[in-house]
């Protein structure tokens, strides 16, 4: 279900694989918050971010109320740099960039990015070819808002393969969005994670292999402007 990327006294850093809830699923069984707790051990854990069911990759655990405060405000003033992988099949009406704009409830569980600018969600992004018809995209979420990424890849005409949501017509063994890299500075000493993703046929293809290789250090790249 995991691994454990770093432990510190007051943090943990693991990468959970695709297709786990967060939370407990009733009848379904245990969630992916339940599960960590059991393998460490651990009566107390507390969740400073998220990831959807469908997104492997980083997540961030407190082991303290305290520490938990602090994440809680380094997410607030946005100084957590967050960096996800995702590939698409279709064409994007932009290749690189920004995407930018409030979200709203839409039908069926999804939500809808607007064009009005009141409390919005930015995401920076890149992409790159990868094989013919399919490109991968490096995004950078400056804002916390539910099914982000996922939205603002669809806002650009590039919903991500296997969304059971936003792209439900695509047949794939997962869907293709990882939690790639974090990066901050907590009580003054500064950490940074990659995880690579090693599930899902398109992720260990050798032409997105190479292009991560590429991608160690996604916060030295010249990212567009706000």
């Known amino acids: 279900m995991f691994k454990i990327i770093t432990e510190t006294s007051d943090f ?4 959970k694989i695709s297709n786990s809830s967060f939370h407990d699923e009733g009848d ?4 992916f918050f339940s599960m960590v707790k059991k393998q460490m051990n651990v009566e107390q854990l507390f969740p400073v971010h998220r990831l959807d069911k469908m997104t492997s990759g980083l997540i961030l655990f407190a082991k303290n109320i305290t520490c938990a405060q602090l994440f809680g405000d380094l997410f607030k003033d946005h ?26 409830k839409s039908r069926r569980g999804t939500w809808k990015l607007l064009r009005t600018l009141e409390n919005p969600a930015i995401t920076q992004f890149y992409s790159y070819s990868i094989s013919q018809g399919k490109r991968l995209f490096l995004l950078k979420p400056h804002s916390g808002k539910t099914h982000q990424i996922r939205v603002a890849l669809n806002s650009i005409s ?6 059971p949501l936003y792209y439900a017509q695509s047949q794939a063994d997962r869907g293709y969005l990882h939690a790639y890299a974090l990066r901050f500075i907590y009580l003054e000493q500064r950490y940074e994670f990659i995880s690579l ?20 250090k996604p916060w030295q790249l010249d990212w567009p402007r706000l």
């Open 12 to 15: 943990i850093i693991v990468d």
């Open 79 to 104: 100084k957590i740099e967050k960096f996800y992988i995702a590939i698409s099949d279709k064409k994007p009406t932009k290749k690189q960039g920004l995407i930018k704009g409030d979200m709203n």
């Open 197 to 216: 993703p090693t599930e899902g046929e398109l992720y260990l293809d050798s032409k997105v292999i190479e292009k991560l290789s590429e991608l160690k």
């Open 158 to 163: 590039s919903p991500i393969i296997g969304d």
């Open 28 to 31: 379904l069984g245990s969630g």
